[in-house]
């Protein structure tokens, strides 16, 4: 049959100030008091508490502060009333206690609402020492040299109240000023808040301790500094954030392709970058696939897939005559070439006796003719590869032997006069060949076309002529010699037209005998054997039967068709023939006859 086929959000910087973050207090600590609130006059600033005067260790039995964990407010045990102490001598501290002495308060003596720790009024304050006669409510309590007792808040005097657990034996100066040697603040009190008048005696009132220095450590900075060091912070932050994300990506991709580090992985060995032999299927089909195209046709009435090789640079293709007959004379003709470059393609010459067509090709460059062989050279059994386009696959590669030799086969028909069939004397192959292969090379170990893929035997074929039947391959496939079609081709390239060897009889193609034989009677007005004629001058007559060619068993008809057709115009010929039961043998020499 023919064979062609129909982190974490970003945030602004920390300040570095370490405000809230005080070391703990020790035991020498005079005043213990909870912070008072920034003046208005340093914006910024984090107070750490007021300052720390040196003096001597305080009794373990002082009240200690303790920091609530969910705010800022700070809580001190409330002390019971005071003991006194026994009198100690010594310059600026009374003689004794006067218990019973009147309390003395200053409206600034009351802590604030918003303080932070124990709040201290005048009805639960421990009492004082008594306060001499020139002491008043107004003025405050004086000290014993006459010096009245500073409040840190304001630089104004307030009353000096009792501590809450007695103080060391010796009276413990108060820092930051020259020659001052009154009693400090008592424990557990807390400084006045802003806003209450000055004092209004000596010194003090031009006394500010919140112009020194704090003590607590570096300043916080102003939001100027804080901008220009979240620039650094937040180009590095999102740096680091990029290459994070790229280290991300990078493991994410890698255990995509590769899995994770405990999946199983199979041994597999390592990929083999070599070449291919030469002789090998691998290295022939990469040899001859260049030079093989696809063709599709398309007719007013069908269409078609076929496949086809380049025989020159011209850019000349041989396919079969099957493949492009559905173009007609108006249809249109495609080639795409195994690199997948398209390309318009013309019918050259076409020929169906013989089923081959050469169309051509034009303004493609980088062709790549394949080498044609000798298919009188081929024996049964060397190995050949199949390259076409079964069912529009292209570039498919098959592989077989050479399973026999000048088959006799005939294709077409489908007219039903006969001017369609195909007389091959084909080459044999079990290389898998189905529609669409028709056209294209079968070629040798060294990867010469040796043959035409032209037919197959399929299994619903029955078990006659081959073509007709669109079934798969089974191993019966059927190719055109090269010599032969090497002949015609260049007939169609050089002429457009091929010519066929003729022996100028008419054979019985009914007769059921062994043999070829030669009609008896003239048909269509034309006698059996042609007078002056090849066959005529051989000494052939009308009745005779033929059956040898060069030695060669003839069967039928159509063998000794393919027979002569294998073989050129003016080429010798012996025939063996039988007439009257007696065996006789002729010298024969070939005729020519033309189509187109």
């Given amino acids: ?49 007021p300052p720390q005067p040196a003096s001597a260790p305080q009794p373990a039995s002082a009240p200690e502060a303790v920091t609530r964990t969910d705010g800022p407010k700070t809580e001190a045990a409330q002390p019971g009333p005071a003991q006194p102490g026994p009198a100690q001598p010594g310059p600026g501290r009374l003689d004794a206690p006067q218990p019973d002495a009147p309390r003395t308060t200053a409206p600034h003596a009351t802590a604030p609402p918003h303080a932070t720790g124990p709040q201290t009024t005048p009805q639960d304050a421990v009492p004082g020492p008594a306060a001499g006669p020139e002491s008043s409510a107004q003025d405050g309590p004086v000290s014993p040299d006459g010096a009245f007792v500073p ?36 424990q557990g009190q807390h400084p006045a808040p802003q806003g209450q008048p000055p004092a209004p005696h000596g010194a003090w009132q031009h006394y500010d301790p919140w112009s020194a220095p704090l003590q607590s450590g570096p300043l916080a900075p102003s939001p100027h500094d804080r901008r220009r060091r979240r620039g650094p912070l937040v180009a590095g932050a999102v740096a680091l954030a990029l290459l994070a994300g790229g280290i991300g990506g990078g493991i994410g991709a890698y255990v995509e392709r590769y899995g994770g580090i405990n999946d199983i992985r199979l041994p597999q060995s390592a990929g083999d970058e070599g070449g291919r032999r030469s002789d090998s299927v691998a290295g022939i089909a990469q040899t001859a696939l260049p030079g093989v195209v696809t063709i599709h046709v398309r007719g007013s009435a069908e269409q078609g897939t076929g496949t086809g090789f380049v025989l020159d640079r011209q850019g000349h293709i041989l396919t079969n005559n099957h493949v492009v007959q559905p173009a007609g004379s108006g249809g249109e003709i495609s080639v795409t070439f195994s690199g997948g470059q398209t390309a318009k393609a013309k019918v050259v010459g076409q020929d169906g006796g013989y089923d081959l067509a050469v169309v051509q090709v034009e303004g493609v460059t980088g062709l790549r003719p394949l080498t044609l062989g000798n298919s009188d050279s081929v024996r049964v059994g060397d190995p050949v590869v199949a390259i076409g386009a079964p069912f529009d696959l292209a570039n498919t590669v098959t592989s077989g032997i050479i399973s026999a030799k000048q088959r006799p086969i005939t294709a077409g028909g489908e007219k039903g006069d006969g001017s369609d069939v195909s007389y091959v004397d084909a080459l044999q192959t079990d290389a898998p060949i189905n529609p669409g292969n028709s056209g294209g090379p079968l070629v040798d170990a060294k990867a010469r076309v040796i043959g035409i893929n032209s037919a197959i035997r399929a299994a619903d074929s029955g078990g006659g002529a081959v073509g007709g039947a669109q079934g798969g391959s089974i191993g019966l496939g059927f190719a055109i010699p090269i010599n032969q079609a090497k002949r015609v081709a260049e007939e169609l390239i050089n002429t457009g037209r091929a010519t066929h060897p003729v022996i100028g009889v008419t054979l019985e193609m009914e007769y059921a005998g062994d043999g070829a034989r030669v009609g008896e009677r003239s048909k269509s007005g034309k006698p059996p054997v042609i007078p002056d004629g090849p066959g005529a001058k051989a000494g052939i007559k009308a009745g005779d039967v033929i059956t040898k060619v060069d030695g060669a068993p003839v069967h039928s008809g159509e063998e000794l068709i393919v027979k002569i057709r294998s073989h050129r115009p003016g080429d010798t010929l012996a025939l063996t023939l039988q007439r009257g039961g007696k065996e006789r043998s002729v010298r024969l020499s070939l005729g020519s006859s033309s189509t187109g």
């Fill in 1 to 49: 049959m023919p064979t062609g086929a129909p982190g974490p959000r970003g945030e602004g910087p920390t300040p570095l100030a370490h405000s809230g973050e005080q070391p703990a207090r020790t035991a020498d600590t005079a005043y213990p008091g909870p912070a008072a609130e920034p003046r208005a006059s340093h914006p910024g600033l984090q107070k750490s508490g």
């Fill in 151 to 186: 409040h840190p808040g304001d630089g104004g005097p307030r009353p000096a109240a009792a501590p809450a657990a007695p103080y060391a034996s010796q009276p413990q100066p108060y820092p930051g000023l020259p020659g001052d040697h009154g009693p400090a603040p008592a």
